[in-house]
């Protein structure tokens, strides 16, 4: 599976971007997706996650009621909304495919096999 990250940009705080991750060919549906992102001098952390079904989502408490996760398996995409962004939302934000199923997964990035490329996100205050 590759997967290809885009829509990042430059943004003042308070507005929204919507982040895209096409993959390259099925079987996208067996895969749970998520968000990850770094910022300079930071380690890797998780933002979201989404169910294979799309069913179950998890954010980090930094972006909860602010992002949304969502996936159209038809389309073999997976998107983050991003509203209401913050200057601490500046970073290099990765999506990737697990195939597993937990929160305790699908919140560690050594839980994911495989990872786009990353789109950069930065906000200006």
């Known amino acids: 599976v590759q997967l290809q990250a885009s829509g990042g940009g430059l943004v003042q705080a308070g507005d929204s971007l919507r982040l895209s991750c096409a993959t390259s060919?099925?079987?996208?549906?067996?895969?749970?997706m998520g968000w990850f992102r770094q910022a300079p001098g930071k380690e890797r952390e998780f933002v979201a996650a989404i169910s294979q079904n799309g069913g179950t989502t998890y954010y980090s408490d930094s972006v909860k009621g602010r992002f949304t996760i969502s996936r159209d398996n038809a389309k073999i995409t997976a998107y983050l909304q991003m509203n209401s962004l913050k200057a601490e939302d500046t970073a290099v934000y990765y999506c990737?495919?697990?195939?597993?199923?937990?929160?305790?997964?699908?919140?560690?990035?050594?839980?994911?096999?495989?990872w786009g490329q990353g789109t950069q996100v930065t906000v200006s205050s």
């Open positions: 990737a495919a697990s195939p597993y199923y937990s929160y305790s997964d699908l919140t560690s990035n050594i839980k994911y096999d495989y």
């Open positions: 060919r099925r079987p996208f549906g067996s895969y749970a």
